[in-house]
């Protein structure tokens, strides 16, 4: 029994993980800019997408996966740039229907550029599966696991160390007394759109391994890591990584002992509670009107 | 310049004559080229325009040439309707083969049924013929025959407890349901019965589950698209050390190029397409199915699909029904459609009666397996 107990744990750490790094990515720009980025789910596919083609085409997996990045990162610039910046100074609401169509355009490009077949990437470090108490995990999974990690690290030590990342705080926190201090939120924001579409990319390339990826992958993956950031608080670094591993652990156990085939709803289940009982979930900062 | 009007005009005329001479025979479609069923239909145009394309270049039917008018109706029922309806009423089409998934083909089934149109339609489902409606016909194997043809091998290895898991699609419920339904008559039991979302990235969860069902001795996988290629993959992660039954839904190369190696192993129920080269030459489907995979790969640089099959049996039967209805009256194209025995195709050998209007059983659905990455059929 605790040996099935340890299969649920590792697989949902695996899934949460990757939650973790979307989530991050919706963190990064609601604080730049308070709008929902909802084409963060299309970064994902983009950075998996583009990795097996490079691979394809005979780039070795070292050079595919920077490309890849900084491919999805350009997108997320563009993005910023062509579509969120001319409707600057529009409400928030429009600015996340601009991103909701971005979304739609970017999925149907992706059919165009690449194609609507499902694509497999090999693992980095071979498929045999490593005995861990019982259950198995996928050496994959360990990359996952390891990299969301290094991530999560360096983007603590980027936004308490380095002064462009003081800089994107100090925007999240009041964006007029931060310009008012000499910090260009313009460039901030167009910042955040690449930051986060290249750690959508990662998250992408990361599991495309173990899930396969196709032109469509980000739909899901981006609602559940948006569920993962309403759950441990927008806007909140340490909210988005809790949340994304608290997800990826309820829907595996959710499916182990509850109902298979519910294992979706309990992600969109999670995010109503969240938002009826506790609305900043569950570490972000509670919002007050000042008078 | 007299002179060049007069010859446009006798031109002019001339081609309206021809025209009126032998107005084509329109062969009419909706597929699911583009969205999430667009495996299925993107080989069944390919395959439609090419032996539409063929057909005319040795000279088309009945001394006419055959016109293709295709829809894209992209997995969805209500466009699929509103095609049928076009394709009826618009185009005037003389028969109507189409219809990738069970969905859509179910969609359209009224229409046909009101204007007496024959319909042959590509999808798997058992509803589609059962009851028997007069005006539609179909190609593939039900998910009935599936389920029967995987629990005769079970038995053969003497297997009697099995762990189901499927997905949420309706292919992948509709052949569920069958499953449950016929289980008993193969006195097989089924222990464990999981589910998984469509876009579903993780099974191990559902799989633990069906691992630790007390007296598990296989798993099967009802399915198609990325689910299967997932199951597979998490089912050797987890070392569960029985075999791994698909559905005929992953019959094709792409399904081995996904799982990779853990794909090896895997058995399922199929036609013969997917294992032509290793056909011996005294079975019947040799010909036809080599000929269709060597034309079909040679115009489109890809590998063949099952789907495009299905398509072929579609487009052939019906011309089958025109040459011996020597007409295409639509009430003798039904009827001879009806009539049409032994009629060798790539799905099977069909023989088509009042009762039956699918025409196919097991003998030519084949359990094949993965074996060094590729496919083989076993005795």
């Known amino acids: 029994m605790s040996a099935q107990l340890a299969q649920y744990l590792l697989s949902g750490l695996t899934v949460g993980a990757i939650y973790a790094l979307v989530a991050l990515g919706f963190a990064i720009i609601y604080n730049a800019s308070h709008v929902i980025n909802f084409a963060q789910g299309e970064f994902v596919m983009i950075g998996g997408m583009a990795t097996v083609a490079l691979a394809n085409a005979g780039l070795p997996l070292l050079l595919a996966v920077p490309v890849a990045v900084l491919a999805a990162a350009a997108v997320g610039l563009a993005l910023e740039k062509f579509a969120v910046e001319p409707a600057r100074g529009a409400s928030v609401v429009t600015l996340i229907i601009i991103t909701i169509g971005a979304s739609i355009l970017l999925r149907g490009l992706a059919t165009l550029v690449w194609d609507k077949n499902l694509h497999a990437l090999k693992p980095f470090s071979g498929d045999k599966p490593i005995e861990l108490a019982g259950a198995t995990i996928l050496p994959q999974s360990l990359w996952v696991l390891g990299v969301t990690l290094a991530i999560v690290l360096l983007l603590g030590w980027f936004f308490s160390r380095t002064l462009i990342g003081k800089a994107m705080l100090a925007t999240s926190h009041n964006p007029l007394a931060a310009q008012l201090c000499g910090v260009n939120v313009r460039f901030v924001l167009l910042l955040s759109f690449g930051l986060s579409a290249a750690l959508g990319a990662i998250a992408g390339i990361l599991i495309a391994p173990i899930t396969l990826t196709s032109w469509d992958v980000g739909v899901m993956l981006g609602l559940k890591g948006f569920a993962a950031a309403i759950l441990g608080g927008l806007g909140s670094g340490a909210g988005a990584v809790l949340g994304g591993l608290l997800l990826g652990i309820a829907e595996s156990l959710g499916a182990g002992y509850l109902s298979s085939a519910y294992k979706d709803a309990i992600a969109f289940v999670i995010i109503l509670a969240v938002l009826f009982f506790l609305p900043s979930g569950l570490l972000g900062k509670k919002s007050a009107e000042r008078v | 310049m007299r002179y060049k009007l007069l010859a446009s005009l006798a031109a002019a005329l001339f081609a309206a004559g021809a025209a009126i001479a032998q107005e084509p025979i329109k062969i009419g479609a909706f597929l699911s080229v583009t969205g999430g069923a667009a495996f299925l239909g993107d080989p069944e145009q390919k395959t439609l325009e090419l032996y539409v394309e063929k057909l005319n270049a040795a000279g088309g039917v009945l001394g006419r040439k055959l016109q293709l008018i295709s829809y894209d109706s992209a997995g969805d029922a209500e466009k699929a309707r509103t095609f049928a309806k076009r394709l009826i009423e618009q185009d005037k089409v003389d028969v109507i083969v189409g219809g990738s998934t069970t969905g859509e083909t179910m969609a359209v089934v009224p229409l046909v049924e009101a204007a007496g149109m024959p319909f042959i339609s590509l999808a798997g489902a058992v509803v589609i013929v059962e009851p028997v409606k007069k005006w539609v016909f179909k190609t593939p194997h039900t998910d009935r025959m599936a389920c029967e043809r995987i629990f005769l091998d079970m038995r053969n290895r003497r297997i009697e407890r099995i762990g189901l898991i499927s997905g949420a699609g309706g292919f992948d419920k509709s052949m569920r349901a069958q499953c449950l339904q016929v289980a008993p008559t193969y006195r097989i039991q089924i222990v464990a019965d999981e589910a998984y979302g469509g876009g579903d990235t993780d099974m191990t969860a559902q799989l633990t589950k069906i691992k630790n069902a007390p007296g598990v001795q296989a798993v099967l996988n009802a399915g198609f698209g990325q689910g299967p290629a997932i199951v597979t993959k998490n089912f050797r992660q987890l070392a569960i050390g029985?075999?791994?039954?698909?559905?005929?839904?992953?019959?094709?190369?792409?399904?081995?190029?996904?799982?990779?190696?853990?794909?090896?192993?895997?058995?399922?129920?199929?036609?013969?397409?997917?294992?032509?080269?290793?056909?011996?030459?005294?079975?019947?489907?040799?010909?036809?199915?080599?000929?269709?995979?060597?034309?079909?790969?040679?115009?489109?640089?890809?590998?063949?699909?099952?789907?495009?099959?299905?398509?072929?049996?579609?487009?052939?039967?019906?011309?089958?029904?025109?040459?011996?209805?020597?007409?295409?009256?639509?009430?003798?194209?039904?009827?001879?459609?009806?009539?049409?025995?032994?009629?060798?195709?790539?799905?099977?050998?069909?023989?088509?009666?009042?009762?039956?209007?699918?025409?196919?059983?097991?003998?030519?659905?084949?359990?094949?397996?993965?074996?060094?990455?590729?496919?083989?059929p076993i005795q």
């Not at chain 2, 036609?271 to 010909?287: G, I």
């Open chain 2, 242 to 376: 029985v075999p791994l039954y698909q559905s005929h839904g992953v019959a094709s190369k792409e399904f081995i190029k996904l799982a990779g190696d853990a794909a090896e192993g895997v058995r399922l129920p199929a036609a013969a397409l997917l294992v032509a080269e290793t056909l011996p030459d005294s079975d019947r489907q040799k010909k036809v199915v080599s000929d269709y995979k060597r034309e079909y790969e040679a115009r489109f640089k890809s590998d063949v699909s099952t789907f495009g099959g299905h398509a072929w049996d579609g487009l052939m039967l019906s011309v089958e029904a025109m040459k011996k209805a020597r007409s295409t009256d639509k009430a003798k194209v039904r009827d001879a459609l009806e009539s049409i025995r032994d009629f060798i195709g790539i799905d099977g050998v069909f023989n088509m009666t009042p009762r039956d209007h699918m025409g196919l059983d097991l003998t030519y659905f084949r359990m094949i397996e993965v074996k060094k990455g590729n496919w083989v």
